[in-house]
């Protein structure tokens, strides 16, 4: 069962399609009075808030300035702790490190937790292809395995599905359990989710889960749920992954409580999340649970020519997902329309560095540049002015003089004030005769684009230039 | 070798260029020395009155919050909550010495198990080195004393957790979990606990019992007048 | 400044291209309102456009070329005031932006940054005045611009200046805060995207149902009344500077009826 193939470059039909998707609709109506208000909430009860976004972006700042360093430090420390640690430079080496573990291992199921790097690399198709029985534990990457969809946002995988189609999915693939049992309530679609989930965690010889921040003075990695099934996937069987990436390191506990107070208040609105799990290597001899061995997957995959490009910030990253929360974008269309791992305007910088501005050209393209992203990242990444270069390399790079041209017209008549002016009063007079009789015009044969779902005003008729000069008699420079 | 090539790659990217002796020493200078960040104001507060932040947290968290004087009423705390909840009398708990220590006695009707979790076992009880108060979380290190798997795979986890080990902050909670682990590692999971397992998967309709225990008891345990505070 | 002064302040207007070319009346309100507060106010004939557009389309060299004109152009004034938060900001943070690496720039680009007002935040930050010269009788609801509310905090200026009109009742409509989808150019890229947003914009002034929507941004006022019209909603659409100023001849955006 091969995951969904990554498609930005089909965002413009995507999103068309996901405007006139009525369940998709239903569910993203639901995005700003849920996650989003919920972070406000979280937001007014703690003052220190906005404090702490300038502290964390400080700490991520300062580990991207020696994050060669964090890394040797966590990695030296981690193996003190009796971890391996791996290094993947690419995602397919990635899926074969992990590949080997489980081969090794002799694994036949294995219990994932949910991971963006892993759904980056494809580790569940390439896992899946080399005969492993693979079992996303999270409910939200649960139900998306069972529909072979790709997660739609970063926190809550499954927001794009409706409660009914969720029972309709657990009822096709829970072939098991009697079927004429009532799963139509939030509590009866979870308790069956428990129940089918829970052998696969207790028969697991291998649990995967991802880090949402790696300690480099312990070597350890911090991992946050609210279901609990993190910590069921590392602590029940023998061996337990950690695949994460290079730029998830910070330097001490300290800066990891700072990370913590803003992360989950951010993603959910809650003050901390249920289960805040530090894990540092396999169990201790006198433990009686906890797996024999733990291995540490970092991958790098791109970030490594991040940090040395101007998209550079777009590494303090934490996942939080609150910028698609409050995306008028996201909100409009979900994160499938994006065809990436990572949606909203957080993917709209991310995609074209990891995949090529070709194939992702679209995403940092689809913003109107509010800038409620850039309020709301916990740790100020400068989301508007990132996707701006974004446009700017499309630009440099966009041979098309199609598309170039009606800006460059544009801008050559507005460097020339005496023709700007000749050239606006005929047009505005046009338009305003064209317009007249109703205020307004309802076709633009040149701006169909504007008037096919709103009408275009008539502009008054002179421009203020114009008529300030007769009325002010001069003023010009 | 992946782990050259990338931290060349790094190296690279940075603008010092090479690890530099300077770069070097700061790093370690700030390891060792680590900056304290800001700590929530929440958390300056008389302590009965940071105790009460404590346990409103846990109570919105949707945790049972109990509460007993003295030690020696914990285990009949404990068999009244799993009555009154028509739960099970029995506690799987890990080799805990103040669990160990109890007057079970008292409370016969309760079967004890040690060890770590079974799937079938209904109730888990480990014992908190530390409760935080400025969200209700509580710190557990794992191990024999009180192994992780009794937090997560129980439908029930008991947490006894003593007034005195009840701080302000993170910082103050691990520092205390740490003193009592007594050991200069790590255990293999500090697990801090926030409430009961829960998922907003469905729809964002928020419900308990996702894969970890559906319910969370909390119980406090010492002298309500005591302001005594565990250093 | 106060009143009484006997050197007036001398305000160069930027009239931006939108309010040039398709809607003067709100550069006579804005004029209106400057020399109510004392100003004197001169709109530079070599003004065309603040270079948005190419700006935010990645033609940095156009939009750079568009910086330096405009700096020439309002060298001699006081203050340059703008009836447009993004036109606003434009000047005001990403003209610097812009030229950071043009040294010799440098000392003409921060002094024409300092000297930048959006008209709103001038009136009320700068000639601190009490009272305007309109008057309205009416319900009214305010959307907040993106690039004035985040980019130039923008927000209490414009309800302070509207509570002071006699007559006018100012509703807050939910999520006033929230993009309109106009975007710029994004309203012609990604059409389709832009009047999804704008119609949750719609509803949210439909829900409070007033008479008049206001902003201080003529883009998200013609994507909004564009939007109003198409729905043949009752709800007229101007610039905040015309109800301010009592600059009410022109019909709303996208109504018929003579033009001044």
Redesign the interface.
């Known amino acids: 069962m091969p995951s969904v193939k990554p498609t930005p470059e089909e965002f ?1 039909s995507n ?2 399609a996901a ?1 006139g998707d009525s369940a998709l609709q239903h ?1 993203l109506a ?1 995005l ?1 009075k ?2 989003a208000a919920k972070r406000e909430r979280a937001k007014a009860a ?3 808030f906005e ?2 976004r300038r ?1 964390g972006r400080n ?1 991520k700042d ?1 580990v991207l ?9 966590f990695e030296n420390n981690a193996l ?2 009796g971890s391996h640690v791996h ?3 690419t995602a397919q ?1 990635a899926c074969d490190i992990i590949g080997n573990i489980c081969r090794e291992t002799g694994a036949r199921l294995v219990t994932k937790g949910k991971s963006m790097v892993s759904e980056e690399i494809g580790l569940l198709a390439d896992l899946e292809a080399s005969g492993f029985n693979v079992v996303e ?4 990457e649960y ?1 998306v395995q069972l529909r072979k969809e790709m997660p739609s946002h970063v926190m ?4 794009h ?3 009914s189609d ?1 029972e309709a999915t657990f009822r096709h693939h829970h072939r098991e359990l009697e079927p004429g049992r009532n799963i139509s309530t ?2 009866a ?3 069956e ?2 129940t089918v ?2 052998d696969k ?2 028969g697991a010889d291998v649990g995967i889960t991802g880090a949402n921040f790696l300690i ?3 070597g ?1 990695a911090i991992l946050v749920t ?4 993190g ?2 996937t ?3 069987p023998k061996v337990h992954i950690v695949l994460t990436s ?1 730029e998830k390191v910070v ?5 990891g ?2 990370l ?2 803003i992360l989950a208040r951010s993603a ?1 609105g809650q ?14 001899p ?5 797996p024999e061995a733990c291995h540490i997957v ?1 991958l ?1 995959n791109g970030r ?2 991040l ?2 490009s101007e998209y550079r910030d777009v590494l303090r990253c934490i996942r939080c997902g609150a910028c698609m929360n409050f995306c ?2 996201y ?3 979900g994160g499938h329309a994006y065809g990436s791992v990572y949606s909203g305007p957080i993917g709209a910088v991310l995609t074209p560095a990891l995949v090529g501005l070709s194939a992702a050209a679209n995403l940092p ?8 992203c ?2 709301v990242c916990p740790v100020e990444i400068p989301l508007v002015g990132l996707m ?1 270069r ?7 790079q966009d041979t098309s003089w199609r598309n ?1 041209a009606a ?2 017209v ?2 050559a ?3 020339r ?1 005496a023709l ?2 000749t050239a ?1 009063r005929s ?2 007079a046009i338009l ?1 005769v064209l317009g ?5 015009l ?1 076709h633009l044969p040149f ?1 169909s ?2 008037t ?14 114009a ?3 007769r009325q ?1 008699g001069g ?3 | 070798m992946s782990r050259d090539a990338i931290l060349a790659r790094l190296r690279q990217a940075l603008p010092a260029g090479r690890a530099n002796g300077a770069r070097r020493d700061a790093v370690n200078a700030r390891l060792a020395s680590p900056p304290k960040h800001i700590i929530p104001a929440r958390v300056n507060r008389p302590r009965n009155e940071l105790i009460d932040l404590f346990k409103s947290f846990l109570a919105t968290q949707n945790a049972t919050v109990l509460e007993v004087t003295a030690a020696a009423g914990v285990p009949n705390a404990i068999a009244d909550y799993l009555r009154s909840e028509n739960l099970p009398a029995f506690a799987r708990m890990g080799t805990d010495p103040f669990l160990a220590t109890l007057p079970w006695h008292s409370a016969p009707g309760l079967t004890r198990q040690s060890g770590r979790a079974d799937p079938d076992d209904p109730v888990g009880l480990s014992r908190a080195a530390a409760g935080v108060a400025e969200t209700g979380t509580l710190m557990i290190a794992s191990g024999a004393e009180n192994p992780v798997t009794l937090a997560f795979l129980p439908d029930t986890h008991v947490i006894v957790v003593g007034r005195e080990s009840i701080v302000g902050s993170y910082e103050d909670g691990y520092a205390l979990v740490m003193k009592e682990f007594g050991k200069s590692h790590l255990p293999r999971t500090l697990n801090m606990i926030s409430g009961p397992s829960r998922t907003g998967d469905i729809g964002g309709h928020i419900v308990m019992g996702a894969h970890g225990p559906r319910r969370l008891a909390v119980l406090i345990v010492g002298e309500e007048s005591s302001n005594r505070v565990a250093r | 400044m106060t009143e009484g002064q006997s050197k007036k302040t001398r305000v160069g207007l930027f009239v931006t291209c939108l309010v040039d070319l398709m809607r003067p009346s709100v550069g006579f309100a804005a004029v209106r309102l400057l020399e109510a507060a004392g100003c004197d106010v001169a709109v530079p004939g070599a003004q065309t456009c603040c270079g948005q557009p190419g700006y935010n389309s990645g033609d940095t060299a156009s939009a750079r070329a568009l910086a330096k004109r405009t700096i020439a152009a309002f060298e001699d004034f006081d203050f340059i005031v703008v009836p447009s938060g993004s036109c606003a900001a434009m000047l005001k943070r990403h003209y610097a932006e812009l030229l950071a690496d043009d040294e010799e720039a440098q000392l003409q680009v921060r002094s024409f940054s300092e000297r930048v007002h959006e008209l709103l935040s001038f009136l009320v930050n700068v000639c601190a005045i009490t009272s305007v010269p309109g008057t309205y009788e009416g319900r009214v609801t305010y959307h907040d611009g993106c690039s004035g509310l985040r980019e130039l905090g923008i927000k209490m200026e414009a309800r302070k200046l509207l509570e002071s009109v006699p007559g006018l009742e100012l509703v807050e409509m939910a999520d006033c805060e929230v993009c309109c989808g106009f975007g710029g150019l994004f309203s012609v890229k990604f059409p389709e995207l832009s009047a999804a947003i704008a119609a949750k914009k719609t509803a949210c002034i439909d829900a409070v149902g007033p008479d008049l929507v206001l902003a201080g941004e003529l883009g998200c006022l013609m994507n909004i009344a564009g939007k109003l019209s198409r729905d043949d909603s009752g709800t007229g659409c101007r610039h905040v500077a015309e109800v301010l100023a009592g600059e009410m001849d022109a019909p709303p955006i996208c109504w018929p009826g003579k033009q001044p």
């Open positions: 413009a999103a068309i405007l569910a639901e700003p849920g996650l703690l003052p220190e404090a702490l502290v700490i300062h300035d020696n994050l060669d360093l964090y890394l040797e430090a003190a702790a290094w993947a430079s080496e534990t999270d409910l939200g139900i809550a995988p499954a927001i599905v409706r409660p969720i939030p509590e679609l979870v308790s989710a428990r989930l829970r965690f207790i480099a003075e312990t350890s609210n279901e609990g099934n910590d069921l590392q602590s029940l290079i330097p001490t506990l300290e800066d409580w700072a913590l107070r959910s003050e901390i999340a249920t289960y805040t799990t530090i894990t540092t290597g396999p169990k201790r006198a433990d009686p649970d906890g970092l790098d490594s020519e940090l040395r008028p974008v909100g409009a269309i393209q689809a913003s109107t540049f509010c800038g409620k850039e309020d701006r974004w446009r700017e390399k499309a630009f440099d170039r800006l460059r544009w801008a008549l507005a460097k004030p700007y002016r606006a047009m505005v305003a007249r009789s109703k205020g307004h309802e701006a684009a504007w096919r779902n709103r009408d275009f005003p008539a502009p008054q008729g002179q421009t203020f230039q008529q300030w000069a002010r003023g010009k420079r």
